[in-house]
Structure formats: structure tokens, C-alpha cells
């Protein structure tokens, strides 16, 4: 009876009808995707998309080998939860999945869904006009050299403040939430400069908002898209109190440098010795002034893309740094042992300077890098991309696939593949280093007993097993023409750090590694291991 008089109320019986709608419109609508297995799906029942889709959201790792093993030359649909249908291609497809033109398959509408941006970015023309992008993928990745003594300093700084200077006794640390912190402070030392990269209100805001933005975008996903505009404002409400805070402490920093160029262009004799800081912020403002856009000149525009970047460095930088410790702590001595002479040799080479080169040299740490993100990638699917072209596109073996269709590659089951990487859940620090040596047929003298110039070819081969080289087999950074454009720059910060770490501290060897987690479709490391750490003698 009760439920009879509540049913005969429009206020009750609207929202209800609407739900039932809803839900059936998602059972029963046409899905327009090709007819190709779908993993996850058991033959016969009733639904297969949907209930695939739950069952490959509870077991991701399951979901991608057999896509993979399974399937390995076939063109799948793996759907997940809260996520478009993905087709996936198989491995050997991708490069040519990313050599499509934009017009056609496009990155950037696919991270612009995968994150919610309207909605998760208060500025979302800060998303849409992007410039930002062109000054990492040049001016700092030109920089990253002149840049490694300000890494060098503040990494220096934060390390021997969070890790301690106590040359006695083992402290315990928590690795990814002193690592974070690290990580903020020198990455915001390239952004913004000091005094405000050590502004501990500035970065607990940047670190809030790189994690509000993944949880709200999740959320937001899971809402029905009609319903979206209308539960934005409260889903994001964290998003948008952590950007106007993170925006009242660097504006007025903002402002004053913007003073200070125009006073610089308006009176260039006597300003001349002013020099102007060499930051992400500053290359950012004579990159405003230049285009004579007034929005693009905005304090809060040019404070939102630091914002952004904080967003995109911090996670990934802190995740990368977590499993190398984590992954080192868990091997065994010999391992620091030869680090340690590594680093002191090319060190001694170098004058005893760490530089950019210096940081090239040391190809034993880079493997380690490489080797831990090869095991511990955040990335399980390769190479995302939104189908844009109005009549879709055709695969090589053939298979259609409409617009808006997310396209994608394995990655996650091809770090694990014996075929490409022998004993491939074993950390092996020195992989990718063995694989660099030069061959015999290189370094042999000819017949007046004078080494041989090296081949081209084998130094390319060398190359590419460099920690920041992408490949169809090593997507950990993307691959093509959109792979990161900071992976230079994170590279030689993360090698920078691992390298003080390792040869300032001494790390208390485990029995085994504490386990990464899923969160949905990314591999998280364990947020709560702890290690236990000491400064060396003879280091403070």
C-alpha cells in the first residue's frame, strides 16, 4: 500500500522510471562494436559486454594476459567498468596503431574521458589550448642539463631532511609518502624555483589535487553521462577547493615576475643584469608575452599550468622512485655494491660533477630504472586512442571500428612475456645494462692495434635500452610521436635521486618485496612499506 502511494507521486515515480529506463537502454542498446571475441565473456550467456565488464574490472591482471595469450593475434574487445569498451589490438599492431594521424585516432580525446577534464580541470581551456606541452617536449628538455645542479641541491636538501642524517641508528620510512614529498619539492624546484618549491602548503595542495583528480574522474565515470553536469560541482568539490588554494600562494609570485618582465622589456639597459630565473613558470610567461594573449597572460592561467604539471609529474615520478627502492631493497648487497662503483667511476670521470652526461653514463642505474618499470609499470594497456574519424577506421587484419571507439594495445602481459624478457618476474637490476655492452666486434683493434670506431648501428641498439627509449616492447613512457614528453627530464631527475640515495644511505636488505595493488585498469605500489635506512659514514 505504501509503495502503491508513493508510486502515484510524480517526485517519486520520475526519478524511478528514469532508472528503470536507464538501466534497460544499457542492457539492450546496440553496442556498434565489431564482432570479435570479447575477454571476459563465457559463451552463451546473456549479456556478455556487461557482465565482462565486471569481472575484468575485479581482475585485471587475469583479463590482459588472456586478451594476450589468448588472443594474441586477434583484434579483442576488453570492456571495463566505468571505462568505454577498449578494442585491443594485438602486440604487433601498435606500431601502426600509433603512426595514425591524429584525424583519426587521437590521444587527446581519450585522456580528455579517461580523466573527465571538463570536469575535473577548473580551467578546461588550460586543457584544450595545451601550450604547455610544446615548452616540456623542447625548452625543458634543452634545460635538463643546466637544470641538474638545482635537482642536485634540492634533492640534497629534502632527502638528508626526510631520510635523516643519522649515521648510527636504522630509522623507518614509509618510501612512497617520503618519496612524494621529495619528489614535489625538487620537480617544483624546475617549475617554480625556490623559495616556493619548499612551501609545504604549496605542495600538500599540488598533492592533493593529483590525487583528487583520479578519484573524482573515476566517480564521474561511473555516473551516467546525462547526470554528469549536474553531480560535477559536488564530486569535485576537493578538485576545486585544492586549485584555489594552490592559486592564492603562487599568484603573488605570479604577479611579481610578470612586473619584473615588463620592467625588464621597458627598460632594458638598466634591467640587463637582472637575471631572469630559469624555471618552468618563467619559460611559461615570456611564452604568454610572446603570444600577445591576454587569457594566455592571466596570473591564475599561468598558476593553472603549474598546477597541471604538478598533476601529471608527482604520481607517476613518485610511483617510478617507490618500486626502484622497494625493488632494490628486496635484492640483495651486491646489487648497491656495484651501483656504488659505477656512480663513483663515472663521477671520477667527470670531475667529480654530476651533469647531464655524467647521469648518461651511468648506464647500471638506468637499467635499474628501466628493469623496475618494465616489473612495476603504472601503464596495463598501451597507447590509448579515441577513434575521431567520422566513417571509423580499418585495422591491418581488417576489422572495422566505429568513432568513438578507444583503441589500444597490450603492454602490461608484454613486460611479462618470456619471449621478450627472460625470467620476466625477476628483478634483474642489470637487464638492460648487459644488453648495452658493446659487442667484441666493436671494441677490437684493427691491424696497427687501434680500437675500432664503434658501428652506428650498434650504438642505436645501445640506445635503446636506455631507461627513457620507448619501443613496441617498452611502453612504460607511451611510444610514437606522443610518448611523454618529459620522460628526459624525469629521467635524469629520478637516476639523479636513486644515485644520492644509493650512495648516501645504506638500505636494510628484505626478505621480499611488499606486493603492488590494482586500482582498476593501473598497478599502484604499496603505499604503506616501509624500509629501513641509515646514512653512510663519512657522507654528512
Known amino acids: 500500500m505504501i509503495l502503491e502511494d508513493a508510486l502515484t507521486r510524480p517526485a517519486v515515480l520520475a526519478p524511478v522510471l528514469f532508472i528503470v529506463g536507464y538501466v534497460l537502454y544499457q542492457l539492450f542498446r546496440p553496442s556498434g562494436l565489431p564482432k570479435i571475441p570479447i575477454v571476459g565473456a563465457r559463451p552463451g550467456e546473456w549479456f556478455p559486454l556487461i557482465r565482462a565488464k565486471w569481472r575484468n574490472t575485479k581482475d585485471m591482471k587475469t583479463a590482459t594476459e588472456v586478451a594476450y595469450s589468448q588472443y594474441r593475434d586477434q583484434t579483442v574487445i576488453l570492456p571495463i567498468a566505468g571505462a568505454q569498451n577498449f578494442v585491443m589490438l594485438p602486440a ?90 621529495i619528489i614535489g619539492q625538487a620537480t617544483n624546484r624546475v617549475f617554480i624555483g625556490l623559495p616556493l618549491c619548499r612551501n609545504q602548503d604549496l605542495l600538500d595542495m599540488g598533492i592533493a589535487y593529483a590525487q ?50 615588463d620592467a625588464r622589456r621597458a627598460d632594458p639597459e638598466t634591467k ?60 640483495k648487497q651486491d646489487n648497491f655494491d656495484e651501483l656504488r662503483a659505477e656512480i663513483s667511476a663515472v663521477l671520477m670521470e667527470h670531475g667529480g660533477e654530476w651533469n647531464k652526461r655524467a647521469l648518461a653514463a651511468m648506464e647500471k642505474l638506468d637499467s635499474v630504472m628501466r628493469e623496475s618499470q618494465r616489473l612495476n609499470s603504472f601503464v596495463t594497456v598501451a597507447t590509448s586512442r579515441t577513434v575521431v574519424k567520422k566513417d571509423g577506421i580499418d585495422t591491418p587484419d581488417g576489422v572495422h571500428i566505429p568513432r568513438g571507439t578507444v583503441v589500444c594495445a597490450p603492454s602490461y602481459p608484454v613486460f611479462h612475456d618470456p619471449a621478450m624478457y627472460p625470467e620476466p618476474d625477476k628483478f634483474k637490476p642489470f637487464r638492460f645494462a648487459e644488453k648495452r655492452a658493446v659487442p667484441s666486434s666493436a671494441a677490437a ?80 605500489p604499496p603505499m604503506k612499506a616501509t624500509i629501513k635506512v641509515r646514512r653512510r659514514k663519512g657522507t654528512v
Request: glycine share 4%.
Open 92 to 181: 604487433r599492431q601498435l606500431q601502426w596503431l600509433v603512426d595514425q594521424p591524429d584525424s583519426e585516432l587521437d590521444l587527446h580525446e581519450q585522456v580528455l574521458d579517461s580523466l573527465q577534464l571538463d570536469f575535473t580541470v577548473m580551467d578546461p581551456q588550460l586543457i584544450h589550448n595545451p601550450i604547455h606541452q610544446k615548452l616540456i617536449s623542447t625548452v625543458l628538455t634543452r634545460e635538463t642539463g643546466n637544470l641538474v645542479p638545482a635537482l642536485l641541491d634540492e634533492t640534497r636538501f629534502s632527502v638528508d631532511n626526510l631520510w635523516g642524517t643519522d649515521t648510527n641508528n636504522w630509522t623507518e620510512i614509509c618510501v612512497y609518502d617520503v618519496m612524494r614529498r
Open 212 to 261: 583528487d583528480v583520479p578519484m573524482s574522474s573515476t566517480a564521474l565515470r561511473f555516473t551516467p553521462s546525462l547526470l554528469r553536469p549536474l553531480m560535477a560541482p559536488f564530486i569535485t568539490l576537493p578538485n576545486r577547493i585544492h586549485t584555489r588554494k594552490f592559486y592564492s600562494i603562487l599568484r603573488p609570485e605570479v604577479e611579481r615576475r610578470l612586473r619584473e618582465y
Open 272 to 331: 640587463a643584469a637582472d637575471k631572469e630565473p630559469n624555471d618552468f613558470l618563467q619559460w611559461s610567461i615570456k611564452q604568454a608575452k610572446t603570444s600577445g594573449d591576454p587569457y594566455l597572460m592571466k596570473p591564475d592561467t599561468l598558476a593553472g599550468r603549474i598546477l597541471l604539471l604538478n598533476f601529471a609529474s608527482i604520481h607517476t615520478s613518485s610511483f617510478a622512485i617507490t618500486h626502484a627502492i622497494l625493488d632494490l631493497a628486496a635484492s
Open 445 to 524: 683493434a684493427d691491424q696497427n692495434g687501434q680500437k675500432k670506431e664503434e658501428e652506428p648501428s650498434s650504438y642505436v641498439q645501445r640506445a635503446r635500452q636506455a631507461f627513457a627509449t620507448t619501443s613496441p616492447e617498452y611502453c612504460a613512457f607511451g611510444h610514437g610521436r606522443h610518448a611523454c614528453p618529459g620522460r628526459f627530464f624525469a629521467s635524469s631527475e629520478l637516476k639523479l635521486m636513486l644515485a644520492y640515495i644509493i650512495m648516501n644511505y645504506d638500505i636494510q636488505i628484505q626478505e621480499k618485496r611488499p606486493e603492488n595493488f590494482w586500482f582498476g585498469m593501473n598497478r599502484i
